[in-house]
């Protein structure tokens, strides 16, 4: 599957906005998502996770309550709504992708075959 990820941008602190990742394939439904991001200096962290089909999600502490993952299987899309956004969450998301056979949500990057390219994310104080 290839991942396309989008929506990344310059927002003011406490802004919104929405990452959009496009999957190609006709199985997308049966990947478990997840978003990463990664700021220079620090490793890739992940940030928020969603089942086959959404019907599991999990968040990191850092984003909890302010990031929201959901996913369209019939458009092949997993999104990231962020809200609230503080000048920390300045970083490049990436969108990811698993085939491993779970019902769950995989919070390691070790598990995910596929990854887009990264969008960046700048959110100024």
């Known amino acids: 599957v290839q991942l396309q990820a989008s929506g990344g941008g310059l927002v003011q602190a406490g802004g919104s906005l929405r990452l959009s990742c496009a999957a190609s394939?006709?199985?997308?439904?049966?990947?478990?998502m997840g978003w990463f991001r990664h700021t220079p200096g620090k490793e890739r962290e992940f940030i928020a996770g969603s089942s086959w089909s959404g019907g599991s999600t999990y968040y990191a502490d850092s984003v909890k309550g302010r990031l929201t993952i959901s996913r369209d299987n019939a458009k092949n899309t997993v999104y990231l709504q962020m809200t609230s956004l503080k000048p920390e969450d300045t970083a490049v998301y990436y969108c990811?992708?698993?085939?491993?056979?779970?019902?769950?949500?995989?919070?390691?990057?070790?598990?995910?075959?596929?990854w887009g390219q990264g969008t960046q994310v700048t959110v100024s104080s």
């Open positions: 394939g006709r199985t997308f439904s049966r990947y478990v």
């Open positions: 990811a992708a698993s085939s491993l056979t779970t019902g769950g949500v995989l919070f390691s990057e070790d598990l995910y075959d596929y």
